[in-house]
């Protein structure tokens, strides 16, 4: 994984996109952003088919899960300080990564966006 640091903010921020760069290793700049799309989860999901990810919906928080997206690597989404929908990178149930310059996290882990490789 590569910290890749969002580079637009709320309303309209790209944590998302940045957690994707992060994630996958690629620039910031070859990532959709997302939230200025329409139908954002239809988007999402036909970027994540193009690099050979699937999603496959929102899944409560919890600290035992054992499925990444990459690495073991997944992405949570919550609320932050900002009081504003946000996501950040997580492993082995623990923060590890805030795309937002504040670096603070999440306020309250929600969900984690299910998100796995393709079945070839």
């Not at 957690?19 to 952003?33: G, Q, R, Y």
């Not at 970027?47 to 499925?67: A, M, P, S």
Request: proline share 3%; hydrophobic share 35%; charged share 25%.
């Amino acid at each position: 994984m590569v910290k890749v640091k969002q580079t637009t903010f709320y309303p309209g921020g790209n944590c998302l996109s940045a957690c994707f760069a992060s994630i996958f290793e690629k620039d910031i700049n070859d990532i959709p952003d997302f939230i200025g799309m329409k139908d954002f989860w239809s988007q999402v999901i036909n970027y994540l088919d193009t690099i050979g990810y699937e999603y496959n919906g929102l899944v409560r928080f919890n600290k035992e899960y054992d499925r990444y997206i990459k690495d073991g690597y997944y992405i949570v989404m919550g609320k932050s300080e900002r009081g504003c929908n946000h996501v950040c990178i997580y492993k082995n149930g623990k923060l590890v990564f805030d795309p937002h310059p504040s670096d603070l996290g999440l306020m309250c882990e929600d969900w984690i966006l299910d998100i796995g490789k393709k079945e070839e």
